[in-house]
């Protein structure tokens, strides 16, 4: 049967109904004998009908507990508001079709129609017979039966109302939300179980309690003010505090409505544990905090950036201009030259700290671990930067404490970074006095392993405690008015930080607004006399490292290198370079061209023959990289296959963790980034040809060729 809205309405009126408290009612029994006994019928019952079937419940003179919907009497029954009398369905047209009507079946109907709690008719009480009557004998008895119906309407009103009561206190004590009944006088009711667990009372002991015991914020005249307000407005949504049976506090959002029931005003209040909430809305709000700082951070940084990159450049444009002036003399051409580099050095110096950082952060940073002089390597950065200090009038004063023939295993490059970081920034910040410098060494016991300590304190400009805590975050200076003072990014110090962590110590800071300023760098690390070392090579950072090669000096004399390199400007630089070293330079533009030159050269020098060994026409090959037609990683690699084995320096302006071995990986021998250190490529230049005219050099290549077939 298709519901209608009014058919809806009945059948939620009819489930209201406790089914299994009317079948064991007697008194829906005896209404049921008293509707029989009214018209003297042998069947009677109380039939409540469903979606498809009508249901039988205080049934007399049969044992059928249901029916089929569609051929029962009652369904037209619940259609009227009145009695249905049928004196002989045979001879009614109306029921001609049901199956009750056939031969031996029913012939006499009456029924009344029965309401649910909500008025909507949801049976009929009825009595049935097999013989026909007639209908001026029953009409008395329709009364009595009209009286009855309206009876059982009644009883079953309060069955539904009881039934409901049930359920709703059902639903309440499982409900996982705590709720609290409460009334005029903040007495605590009522609380279901959700409620006792939250606060943490059994139901007798929360059944003594006021709104005032487990309300933190809840006072006798708070409660009138409160009760007032929520009489008024009928519903309420507060944010408050309850206590726990053990004393613990915890947010909650309660919900509070008026009820009336049974005469009595009442408060139903749901109390919600917000802890959660509370702790994702200060999440939010410190992310919040968070992107905010960062987008100052960024918009500080790109402003700090603008300003390191552009104050350079206006040096590094102006004075190369004043360069082409034909009226600038001798002393000034100097002058500006050695300004345009020192400019291109801070370049540089930025570049580098941003590729470090980055590197670190994604995790990508090699350590290179040998047995350094940590005395040297510190010593030649103090040397490095004591110039700057004195042409400030500040002095820089270096003590090694270490004894000086100590040598740890560590990563002297990264070292060096850490140090002249540390040493320059103190030189920078310190206007006047002096900045101290004391390497020390303190071993754990007997063994091999201890801390090296580097210790930098400046009588410079100092810091406060604000100012402290954003000293190793990128990007960050004391305050928005140091990069303006002083120059910087704020990277050096992060990116020191990040490498002392991964050389397995940490960078600590002491400091005093206008005082000064210790920075203390520890690295845990094996430590040896220099004279205790086995295989290693001690090493420190000596002239030729700096960049700087002695104008008399020419390490490349008679020596032939090939060149390949697709930029102008760069070929002609790096030329000159090399030629000024004494080397006889070749240059190509591309990878292709410097294959076919090399292989061209080898098979002159064989008289058209091919030849398996190195080859006698170019000492050294400088190899760029990036290239067209042929890039260097493939040119490298075809010169390989064919059995060249003229040392490869490769040439890239890459310079991200992994492109040093990419180089080596594809045959090259030594990799250097750009922008080149004229000193370190000539020393590399001469090393990586006297290597290569050793055993030394033939046993490498060999290995390093095995590998490649590997």
Same mark, same amino acid.
């Given at each position: 049967?298709?519901?209608?809205?009014?058919?809806?309405?009945?059948?939620?009126?009819?489930?209201?109904?406790?089914?299994?408290?009317?079948?064991?009612?007697?008194?829906?029994?005896?209404?049921?004998?008293?509707?029989?006994?009214?018209?003297?019928?042998?069947?009677?019952?109380?039939?409540?009908?469903?979606?498809?079937?009508?249901?039988?419940?205080?049934?007399?003179?049969?044992?059928?507990?249901?029916?089929?919907?569609?051929?029962?009497?009652?369904?037209?029954?619940?259609?009227?508001?009145?009695?249905?009398?049928?004196?002989?369905?045979?001879?009614?047209?109306?029921?001609?079709?049901?199956?009750?009507?056939?031969?031996?079946?029913?012939?006499?109907?009456?029924?009344?129609?029965?309401?649910?709690?909500?008025?909507?008719?949801?049976?009929?009480?009825?009595?049935?017979?097999?013989?026909?009557?007639?209908?001026?004998?029953?009409?008395?008895?329709?009364?009595?039966?009209?009286?009855?119906?309206?009876?059982?309407?009644?009883?079953?009103?309060?069955?539904?109302?009881?039934?409901?009561?049930?359920?709703?206190?059902?639903?309440?004590?499982?409900?996982?939300?705590?709720?609290?009944?409460?009334?005029?006088?903040?007495?605590?009711?009522?609380?279901?179980?959700?409620?006792?667990?939250?606060?943490?009372?059994?139901?007798?002991?929360?059944?003594?309690?006021?709104?005032?015991?487990?309300?933190?914020?809840?006072?006798?005249?708070?409660?009138?003010?409160?009760?007032?307000?929520?009489?008024?407005?009928?519903?309420?949504?507060?944010?408050?505090?309850?206590?726990?049976?053990?004393?613990?506090?915890?947010?909650?959002?309660?919900?509070?409505?008026?009820?009336?029931?049974?005469?009595?005003?009442?408060?139903?209040?749901?109390?919600?544990?917000?802890?959660?909430?509370?702790?994702?809305?200060?999440?939010?709000?410190?992310?919040?905090?968070?992107?905010?700082?960062?987008?100052?951070?960024?918009?500080?940084?790109?402003?700090?950036?603008?300003?390191?990159?552009?104050?350079?450049?206006?040096?590094?444009?102006?004075?190369?201009?004043?360069?082409?002036?034909?009226?600038?003399?001798?002393?000034?051409?100097?002058?500006?030259?050695?300004?345009?580099?020192?400019?291109?050095?801070?370049?540089?110096?930025?570049?580098?700290?941003?590729?470090?950082?980055?590197?670190? =952060?994604? !995790?990508?940073?090699? #350590?290179?671990?040998?047995? &350094?002089?940590? @005395?040297?390597?510190? $010593? +030649?950065?103090?040397? %490095?930067?004591?110039?700057?200090?004195?042409?400030?009038?500040?002095?820089?004063?270096?003590?090694?404490?270490?004894?000086?023939?100590?040598?740890?295993?560590?990563?002297?490059?990264?070292?060096?970074?850490?140090?002249?970081?540390?040493?320059?920034?103190?030189?920078?910040?310190?206007?006047?006095?002096?900045?101290?410098?004391?390497?020390?060494?303190?071993?754990?016991?007997?063994? =091999?392993? !201890?801390?090296?300590? #580097?210790?930098?304190?400046? &009588?410079?400009? @100092?810091?406060?405690? $604000? +100012?402290?805590?954003? %000293?190793?975050?990128?990007?960050?200076?004391?305050?928005?008015?140091?990069?303006?003072?002083?120059?910087?990014?704020?990277?050096?110090?992060?990116?020191?930080?990040?490498?002392?962590?991964?050389?397995?110590?940490?960078?600590?800071?002491?400091?005093?607004?206008?005082?000064?300023?210790?920075?203390?760098?520890?690295?845990?690390?094996?430590?040896?006399?220099?004279?205790?070392?086995?295989?290693?090579?001690?090493?420190?950072?000596?002239?030729?490292?700096?960049?700087?090669?002695?104008?008399?000096?020419?390490?490349?004399?008679?020596?032939?290198?090939?060149?390949?390199?697709?930029?102008?400007?760069?070929?002609?630089?790096?030329?000159?370079?090399?030629?000024?070293?004494?080397?006889?330079?070749?240059?190509?533009?591309?990878?292709?061209?410097?294959?076919?030159?090399?292989?061209?050269?080898?098979?002159?020098?064989?008289?058209?023959?091919?030849?398996?060994?190195?080859?006698?026409?170019?000492?050294?090959?400088?190899?760029?990289?990036?290239?067209?037609?042929?890039?260097?990683?493939?040119?490298?690699?075809?010169?390989?296959?064919?059995?060249?084995?003229?040392?490869?320096?490769?040439?890239?302006?890459?310079?991200?963790?992994?492109?040093?071995?990419?180089?080596?990986?594809?045959?090259?021998?030594?990799?250097?980034?750009?922008?080149?250190?004229?000193?370190?490529?000539?020393?590399?230049?001469?090393?990586?040809?006297?290597?290569?005219?050793?055993?030394?050099?033939?046993?490498?290549?060999?290995?390093?060729?095995?590998?490649?077939?590997?």
């Amino acid at each position: 049967m298709r519901e209608t809205s009014q058919e809806g309405a009945r059948l939620r009126d009819l489930y209201l109904l406790d089914r299994e408290a009317i079948s064991r009612s007697q008194t829906v029994s005896r209404i049921v004998r008293s509707a029989a006994a009214a018209f003297g019928a042998p069947v009677a019952a109380l039939s409540l009908v469903d979606v498809d079937q009508e249901l039988f419940f205080g049934a007399l003179g049969t044992d059928a507990s249901c029916g089929d919907r569609s051929q029962a009497f009652c369904n037209r029954t619940i259609e009227s508001d009145d009695v249905l009398l049928v004196p002989n369905s045979a001879a009614d047209p109306r029921f001609s079709g049901l199956a009750p009507t056939r031969e031996g079946g029913v012939r006499f109907y009456a029924g009344a129609p029965v309401y649910g709690p909500n008025g909507c008719r949801v049976g009929a009480l009825c009595v049935r017979d097999t013989v026909p009557r007639k209908e001026a004998e029953e009409l008395a008895s329709c009364g009595r039966l009209r009286d009855l119906a309206s009876v059982m309407s009644s009883l079953l009103a309060d069955h539904a109302h009881v039934h409901r009561r049930t359920l709703m206190q059902a639903t309440i004590e499982r409900s996982a939300e705590p709720i609290y009944w409460l009334d005029e006088a903040g007495r605590l009711l009522y609380a279901n179980a959700s409620a006792s667990r939250q606060l943490g009372y059994t139901a007798d002991e929360l059944a003594a309690k006021t709104v005032c015991d487990f309300d933190t914020g809840m006072t006798p005249e708070a409660w009138a003010e409160h009760w007032a307000e929520l009489r008024d407005r009928g519903s309420l949504t507060v944010e408050s505090e309850h206590r726990r049976a053990d004393g613990t506090t915890f947010p909650v959002e309660v919900r509070a409505n008026i009820v009336e029931i049974d005469g009595l005003t009442l408060n139903c209040a749901f109390a919600y544990d917000v802890t959660e909430r509370r702790r994702m809305i200060e999440q939010l709000e410190a992310a919040r905090v968070r992107a905010d700082e960062a987008n100052r951070t960024k918009a500080a940084f790109l402003a700090n950036m603008s300003h390191e990159i552009r104050t350079p450049m206006t040096a590094i444009l102006g004075f190369t201009e004043l360069l082409g002036d034909a009226a600038t003399g001798e002393m000034d051409r100097l002058d500006y030259v050695r300004t345009i580099q020192r400019n291109g050095e801070h370049l540089l110096t930025l570049i580098n700290d941003i590729l470090d950082l980055s590197k670190i =952060e994604e !995790g990508r940073v090699e #350590l290179e671990r040998v047995w &350094t002089r940590p @005395g040297d390597e510190i $010593a +030649a950065v103090a040397q %490095l930067l004591r110039q700057r200090a004195e042409a400030k009038g500040v002095s820089l004063r270096f003590e090694d404490e270490t004894g000086g023939d100590l040598i740890v295993e560590t990563d002297p490059t990264r070292l060096r970074q850490i140090g002249l970081n540390l040493i320059g920034n103190a030189v920078k910040f310190t206007a006047r006095g002096s900045v101290d410098v004391r390497l020390s060494v303190v071993r754990a016991g007997a063994g =091999e392993r !201890g801390v090296l300590t #580097l210790r930098v304190t400046d &009588t410079g400009a @100092g810091m406060d405690e $604000a +100012a402290m805590s954003r %000293l190793f975050q990128p990007f960050m200076q004391a305050d928005a008015s140091t990069s303006r003072r002083f120059g910087g990014t704020g990277l050096g110090l992060a990116v020191s930080q990040r490498l002392a962590e991964l050389l397995g110590g940490r960078i600590e800071a002491e400091s005093e607004a206008d005082v000064g300023s210790t920075f203390t760098l520890t690295v845990d690390a094996r430590l040896r006399a220099a004279q205790e070392r086995e295989g290693g090579r001690a090493r420190a950072m000596g002239v030729g490292e700096m960049g700087v090669v002695a104008e008399s000096v020419r390490p490349l004399l008679g020596r032939r290198v090939l060149l390949a390199e697709d930029g102008v400007d760069n070929q002609r630089l790096i030329s000159h370079h090399l030629r000024k070293a004494g080397a006889a330079v070749e240059t190509v533009c591309d990878g292709r061209a410097a294959v076919d030159r090399v292989l061209g050269e080898r098979s002159a020098a064989a008289g058209g023959k091919d030849v398996s060994s190195r080859d006698a026409s170019f000492d050294v090959i400088l190899m760029d990289m990036q290239m067209p037609e042929l890039d260097g990683y493939d040119a490298t690699r075809a010169l390989r296959e064919a059995g060249v084995r003229t040392p490869v320096l490769a040439l890239t302006a890459h310079a991200m963790a992994g492109d040093r071995e990419r180089c080596l990986e594809a045959g090259c021998d030594e990799y250097a980034s750009k922008p080149i250190d004229s000193g370190a490529l000539i020393a590399t230049c001469a090393r990586l040809i006297g290597t290569a005219g050793s055993d030394a050099a033939d046993n490498g290549a060999a290995r390093r060729k095995a590998a490649n077939a590997a």
